[in-house]
Every structure is written in structure tokens, then in C-alpha cells.
């Protein structure tokens, strides 16, 4: 049997955006075992409905805890902004993180040290649900919070092989142009795709940080092992598993466009089967 | 019990761009009752694997046949060119009409009457599957065949509303400026969302007929009902109802784009019950 050590994280999001995320945890933690679901055969979730997403989420969360891990990292913005007490509740012993409330904290402390203004931009279902304002209002004073929904963003990211950069920058003009007035200090990427449009973001928002909350999640889920003292004693560099519900050759055609390793397999699971 | 004239027309879609198709058969036979149902929950079909797709399609037989449908009409391009001979295999008695046959022939006749040459537009899954040649080679002599995926081109019609026409004309261009210089005489639109783009088409295509594959579908579907004599009787005007599998209110949002009817009611069914 494994020690609890040993035992891998699990990462899930609703597709590929969460393969950034998955690549910063890499990056923090070298020594952990990775094993990742993309849920690619019902992606995209943050335009469909809160129940829908919490079904859905649950049944990803059944296959990682099938492949026996210590801790799961939500690397999708949807996800945790509208099923992460679901999840909870349902493995209560489990570390769960999730982007959110990583990511608003660095926001906030940027925008606190700055001109109070936060943006948060996602998914309708992550900025629909309105949690991030729930949970920085309960934890700041003084945070002017914004807030823009952008669905065409993860078919813009998904499809990035095929359109230009001039596409790009008009859809997210379109989106933002008007938030790009108030200056935010801080521009929260609510989706773990949006990191990918960074180039576009930036030239929108020149005098803001942009907050990826990929990074600032697998950042949090290190810093939580460590404080539970959870961590890998192996000095061998991990290994990582990736797993898909659809289209596993499309995956591996893809993947280059979010992680600079080259995954080399992926596994084809049923996901109706975790439920 | 009902006689089989009074009994409703089943139409399917993975979303709403099958609306556009129901709109033009709701046209053609007035007199018909119509079930409607689109599987939002699993939306969009056209970038998922085959395999996926025809277990999708399945289940999405399965409700309509619940509702005893006497005809089926397949509003979806995607299941059209991939699932369409599993699902008469599983409903040999039940007519089931497609959008590819309809539309290839319009597009072929129009061809030969002019330059020869037909383009087809579609999802990744409808123009990787080969299908539309492979019906065209067996059927039509003379016909050069050019095809394009377009895989933004559904998000962008569902995100109509945040999207100008400046992006989809960028992105329309970006995928077909090439073929333009090709004058093609028919332009097949292979998935029934793409007749919402009929704007930024023409303007690319200004000497094409842009061949519908829902209007040629729902005219084909009429057809067949007219020579098996499954028509209705009733000289009232027949009954539509809508179905999904999640975001209902969602529905009735967007429903606007796709048809100028107002649609009052829709009924949310948990798909993963028909199976």
C-alpha cells in the first residue's frame, strides 16, 4: 500500500485550460505524482447550468478519487466558483482547492496596495454565480469589483491553431474595451484558458496584473501539502498521467497549445461510469 | 390511441441551431405537431469523436421515441455525417431524414448547372467524416468537391448577442478568404447554425447559392411524410414543443436568434435517462 506521501494528485478541469495549471504544479512541486482528467466529452462547462456543472464536477472528482489521491487541485474557474462546496461535502477528508479564492486573495492584496480596482473576467456560469464578490466582500474592505463575461474566449483558446491574432484581439476589444477605462490594478483570469490570451490582455490593460488563476491555485494547493505535511519524500521527479473522456488523439494534437512538455499518452475513460 | 398521422415529427439538434430547421418545417407543414429537442447539456457535437457522437445521438433518439414520434428529422450536421446509419440500424421502421443527403443533392444540381464546383462548411466532425464526398462520388459525375471546418463559427452564432459583425466577418474571412477565389457555385452550409451567418457569406460568396442543409432537410422530411401518406390530417394548426437537457431559461434567451417565433414554455429532461 502507498503511503499517503506517495499518493498522487489529482487535477481536473472541464477540458484542456486546466493543463496550465497542471504545468505550473509541475513546476512548484516536481517530486509529486500528477494524474489529470479533462472532462472533453461534455466540456465546455461555464455556459451551462449551476446543477448541471455540480453533476458533472462530481463525477470527475469520483474518477480521481478511483485512482487513489491524496489531494485534488479544481483548475477550472466554472467549477469552483459553482460546485466547490459540493465537492467538499462529498469527500469532507479530502484537500480540495480550487481557483477562486487563491486567486482573489492576490488580486485583492494587489488591488489594496493600488487603486482598490479589481476585474474579474470568466466564464458566464463563473461570473454568474457572483462568488467571487461573495467571498471578497466578506474578506476586504475598500475592493471596487468589476466584473465581464467572456464565452468566446475558450473556443478562441481551443481553436488557437486556426485564428490569428487579429481575431483575438478584436473579440477581446469587444468584451473589454470599456473595462480597459477604469484601470484596474488587478485583472483576474476567473478561467484557466485566459492565461493563453495574455498577449491580447495585456496590450488591453497595460498598467494592470494580470492574475492567473492556474497558477495562483497550484501555488496554494503546494503551500496546503506542505502545511499538512503531505508532500512527496521522494527525491525522483514525478510522474504525471493524463486522462480524457473524448477524443484522446485530439488532446494529444492539442495539448502543445497549453503545456511546453510534450505528453507523450493519454488514457480514454468513460466518465458516465463516476457518478 | 393516436392514429399515426396526429402523431408528432421528432426533430433533434446537440443545441439550437436545429431551431432554424424546425422554423422551416414548422413552414412547410403547418398542420404537423413537432417535438423539439436540443441536448444542451452535451453541446457542442461537432468537435467530439465518432464514436461519442453516435452514443450522443442514440440517447437523443431514445427521448423522441419516448415521445412517439412518427418521423425524425436529424437538425444536426455533425450526427447527420457520423451517426446517421446507427440510428436507423436502432429505429429500422421509423423514417429518419439527415441534412447531408438533401443538401448534397440541391448543391450538386446547382453545380452542374455551373461551374461544377461545391463547397462544403461545417463542424471538424462533419468535414472530417468524408461523408458528403463520399455521397457525392457515388451519386454525381463532374463535381469538384472543396471543404472547410469552421469550428468557431457555432460559438459565435450562440454568443450572436456579445458579438459584432466586425468579428464574425474577421473570423468568416479567416477561414474562407482562400476558397472565395474558388467561386464555387453552391456553398453547402452543413450545420444548421451557419444560415445565421448568411451575411458575412454572401458577402465572401457574393455569386454562390448558399444551399441550407435545415431548409433542405425539413423540405426532404416533408416529402417523405407527403409520399408515405404520414401527413396529419387535421386541417389545425399543429402543436411545437421544446425540450433540453439543462439551462432551460438559457433556451428561451437565446431562442430568439434562431427563430422569430416567440417560444413560451420548454420542458428540461435529464438526458442520461435514454441511454
Given at each position: 500500500m502507498k503511503s499517503l506521501s506517495d499518493r498522487a494528485v489529482g487535477v481536473f478541469d472541464s477540458g484542456l485550460g486546466g493543463l496550465t495549471a497542471a504545468s505550473k504544479l509541475r513546476e512548484f512541486l516536481p517530486h509529486e505524482n500528477i494524474v489529470y482528467f479533462g472532462d472533453t466529452a461534455r466540456l465546455?462547462?461555464?455556459?451551462?447550468?449551476?446543477?448541471?456543472?455540480?453533476?458533472?464536477?462530481?463525477?470527475?472528482?469520483?474518477?480521481?478519487?478511483?485512482?487513489?489521491?491524496?489531494?485534488?487541485?479544481?483548475?477550472?474557474?466554472?467549477?469552483?466558483?459553482?460546485?466547490i462546496n459540493e465537492l467538499r461535502e462529498t469527500e469532507p477528508d479530502l484537500?480540495?482547492?480550487?481557483?477562486?479564492?487563491?486567486?482573489?486573495?492576490?488580486?485583492?492584496?494587489?488591488?489594496?496596495?493600488?487603486?482598490?480596482?479589481?476585474?474579474?473576467?470568466?466564464?458566464?456560469?463563473?461570473?454568474?454565480?457572483?462568488?467571487?464578490?461573495?467571498?471578497?466582500?466578506?474578506?476586504?474592505?475598500?475592493?471596487?469589483i468589476l466584473s465581464r463575461a467572456c464565452p468566446l474566449f475558450v473556443s478562441l483558446v481551443e481553436n488557437k491553431l486556426r485564428c490569428g491574432y487579429s481575431v483575438k484581439r478584436m473579440v477581446a476589444a469587444e468584451y473589454l474595451l470599456d473595462l480597459s477605462q477604469e484601470k484596474p490594478a488587478a485583472v483576474i483570469l476567473g478561467c484557466t484558458h485566459y492565461i493563453l490570451l495574455a498577449d491580447v490582455l495585456h496590450e488591453l490593460f497595460p498598467d494592470s496584473v494580470l492574475v492567473d488563476s492556474g497558477e495562483e491555485s497550484a501555488k496554494r494547493l503546494a503551500a496546503t501539502l506542505s502545511k499538512k505535511d503531505m508532500l512527496n519524500k521522494s527525491e525522483d521527479i514525478g510522474k504525471s498521467e493524463f486522462y480524457v473522456s473524448d477524443a484522446s488523439d485530439e488532446f494529444l494534437n492539442k495539448a502543445s497549445v497549453f503545456v511546453s512538455d510534450k505528453i507523450k499518452s493519454v488514457g480514454l475513460i468513460d466518465i458516465d461510469q463516476y457518478s
Open positions: 465546455p462547462y461555464g455556459t451551462r447550468s449551476r446543477q448541471t456543472i455540480v453533476k458533472y464536477a462530481k463525477s470527475d472528482l469520483a474518477f480521481l478519487k478511483s485512482k487513489d489521491v491524496k489531494a485534488v487541485l479544481v483548475a477550472c474557474g466554472t467549477v469552483s466558483s459553482n460546485a484537500p480540495i482547492v480550487g481557483v477562486l479564492e487563491a486567486s482573489a486573495d492576490t488580486a485583492c492584496e494587489i488591488a489594496q496596495a493600488g487603486n482598490g480596482k479589481v476585474l474579474l473576467i470568466g466564464t458566464s456560469a463563473t461570473v454568474g454565480s457572483g462568488k467571487y464578490e461573495e467571498y471578497i466582500n466578506s474578506k476586504y474592505k475598500g475592493i471596487t
